[in-house]
């Protein structure tokens, strides 16, 4: 009896600590990176986004280990943090790219997560808020991430026509989102950009320098004020995580 007892907490020892694992990847020292760049951990964002003393039922927390993809055998949570709470009374589809986490790419086990959520979203008649900090595709995995259906590009099919049935798809950036990413950004019905923080292309300046040479800043090829004010891909420009949150809420 004492080494069945023994066995069942030591096995949930190991649990607390994958849970653990899944929401500090990194440890302080990532929290500190971020806080470096006027950042803040993404479930941090999340709390501030729903309603005060309400929860936030997170779904696949332990999603993503042991995956043994291309050098990259865990990814934390999938590198991607989904869930349900209440924004202003209304339950509402959350989703959340973790930057911490290979800079927020996707895996083909976080586009597995993202789009089970999109389909719980749609099922259930949810409105959908996206945190998005991303730089696209995991690259050494693209063939098995980017073309085909039920891939990346079928995350901007399900936003499409889960606006199209009037179910609100509403994305805040906070950070580059590049390639894949950015779409995120621009499909959505409406979107916040944060001023030198928030950054969305198709291609990032090395890329703009390698193809025609010219040379550019982040912030002048896809920066806040350039969505917000001359493409119009972007709807609200903020100067901080915080203004970005709360315009969110209002």
Request: with cysteine; net charge negative; glycine share 10%.
């Amino acid at each position: 009896m004492s080494e069945n007892k023994a066995f069942w907490e030591n096995e949930e020892q190991l649990l607390e600590q994958r849970r653990y694992d899944a929401t500090w990847p990194g440890g302080q020292r990532a929290v500190d990176n971020l806080a470096k760049r006027n950042k803040r951990p993404v479930r941090d964002l999340i709390n501030d986004l729903i309603d005060p003393g309400t929860p936030f039922f997170e779904l696949s927390t332990l999603a993503g280990f042991g995956m043994y993809y291309p050098g990259v055998e865990d990814v934390p949570c999938a590198g991607i943090v989904t869930g349900i709470g209440k924004i202003h009374g209304n339950w509402t589809m959350i989703m959340a790219n973790d930057s911490r986490v290979k800079a927020g790419t996707y895996f083909p086990i976080t586009l597995k997560k993202h789009m089970r959520a999109q389909a719980i979203a749609e099922k259930c008649g949810l409105n959908c808020v996206y945190i998005a900090d991303s730089g696209g595709v995991f690259l050494p995995m693209q063939a098995d991430v980017f073309p085909d259906d039920q891939h990346f590009g079928s995350i901007f099919y399900n936003m499409a026509r889960m606006s199209a049935k009037g179910l609100r798809q509403v994305t805040v950036s906070t950070g580059g989102n590049t390639a894949g990413g950015a779409y995120i950004v621009f499909m959505a019905c409406e979107s916040v950009m944060i001023n030198q923080q928030s950054f969305s292309f198709l291609g990032g300046p090395p890329l703009v320098k390698m193809a025609t040479g010219e040379s550019i800043t982040a912030e002048d090829l896809g920066g806040a004020r350039v969505h917000t004010q001359i493409s119009g891909g972007a709807d609200h420009f903020c100067e901080d995580q915080a203004q970005a949150i709360a315009t969110i809420r209002d």
